[in-house]
């Protein structure tokens, strides 16, 4: 019976983890909003060269696939902690399906800044 009590001390222990990491990941995008400058701000102006690249982060550039990947990873981390390892394909499955719902169809994709 000891060893089952360390077992189930490192399974929580390990969901208390992924839970963590998870609202790590959703940090960054809460923080990336930004306030609406003041009047005084809106009034410059700036003038951008055609030739100069924007050198977009790699968040930026595979937002929609590391999050779906991220809540597929999360779905099989907690499905596998609770039915071992066809627990963790349908968690990965319903993660995943849930990260894609969001990510391509409820997420609003124009913000008004």
């Known amino acids: 019976m000891n060893t089952s009590l360390k077992t189930q001390g490192t399974k929580r222990l390990l ?11 959703a940090i960054e995008p809460i923080t990336s909003i930004s306030i609406t400058p003041s009047a005084s701000a809106q009034t410059t102006t700036r003038r951008y060269t055609y030739r100069r690249r924007r ?3 790699f968040w930026k550039k595979h937002r929609d696939k590391l999050t779906v990947a991220g809540t597929a990873l999360g779905g099989a981390a907690i ?3 609770a039915g071992g390892k066809k627990g963790a394909a349908i968690g990965a ?4 399906g849930g990260g894609a719902l969001y990510t391509y169809k409820l997420r609003r994709r124009h913000r008004r800044y």
């Open 55 to 57: 050198h977009r982060s």
């Open 79 to 81: 499905g596998g902690l």
């Open 15 to 25: 969901a208390v983890f992924l839970i963590l990491l998870t609202m790590a990941f």
């Open 93 to 96: 499955l319903a993660g995943g």
